[in-house]
Every structure is written in structure tokens, then in C-alpha cells.
């Protein structure tokens, strides 16, 4: 049903910065949790950052806090992803998700989300 269309990955230098954005057709997503997953070559989904529907709580993975900041537009039905300070073990696809159960608690685990985006490529040269 919600269709999640990730944006705004790019090759970017070491020390970097990118808004990564998750627009969502085909419903709100105001009152679900959101968040950001990262898949580095050969290596299984990892939970990045995320979002409570309530956008009063975020959970950040350990190697990336400090660096990034989840965000969500309500009127613009879409979730940010702001990375800042990159370095090239960044290098990844990422993922937007969403789960399809109206309020429902926020975690970190890639099988608890129903609903992702295709990824967008984040590369971070050296």
C-alpha cells in the first residue's frame, strides 16, 4: 500500500554531507515509525537511525551517532535522513521502512518493518 521512494544518495568526499529524503505515496505515514537502514556489500541490513510517530524519540545505531539526524515533514509526508561528517565505511545502499500498524513502537529490527523503498547509494570516497 505505501510506496517509499528513497533520494538523495550521492558520491561524495570523506568528511561530507548528505539529506537522504523518504517521500511516501499511497498514505500517510504520520502515524507510524520510520527508519533507516544501510546494506554494505556482502554483509546483512543494518538499522541506521529511526523515528517515533510521535517524532519524539530516535533511536540511533552506535557507528553513526553523532553524525546523523532523523527528521520527519508531516505536510510533505516524508522522513529525513541528514548525514553529516562521512567517512568511507559509510559507503552503502540505503533504505527507508515503515511498518503498517498505526502507532506502532519504534525498533530497530529490519524484520519488524512491512514496508521499504528500493534504496538510494550513498558512496564516500577517500
Known amino acids: 500500500q505505501v510506496q517509499l521512494v528513497e533520494s538523495g544518495g550521492d558520491l561524495v568526499p570523506a568528511g561530507g554531507s548528505l539529506r537522504l529524503a523518504c517521500p511516501a505515496s499511497?498514505?500517510?505515514?504520520?502515524?507510524?515509525?520510520v527508519s533507516w537502514f544501510r546494506q554494505l556489500p556482502g554483509k546483512e541490513r543494518e538499522f541506521v537511525a529511526g523515528l517515533s510517530w510521535t517524532n519524539s524519540t530516535t533511536y540511533y545505531a552506535d557507528a553513526v551517532k553523532g553524525r546523523c539526524t532523523v527528521s520527519r515533514d508531516r505536510a510533505k509526508n516524508t522522513v529525513f535522513l541528514q548525514v553529516d561528517r562521512l567517512k568511507p565505511e559509510a559507503t552503502a545502499l540505503y533504505y527507508c521502512a515503515t511498518k503498517r500498524t498505526t502507532w506502532a513502537t519504534l525498533t530497530a529490527g529490519a524484520k519488524d518493518y512491512d514496508y521499504w523503498g528500493q534504496g538510494t547509494q550513498v558512496t564516500v570516497s577517500t
Open positions: 499511497g498514505g500517510a505515514i504520520n502515524d507510524f515509525p
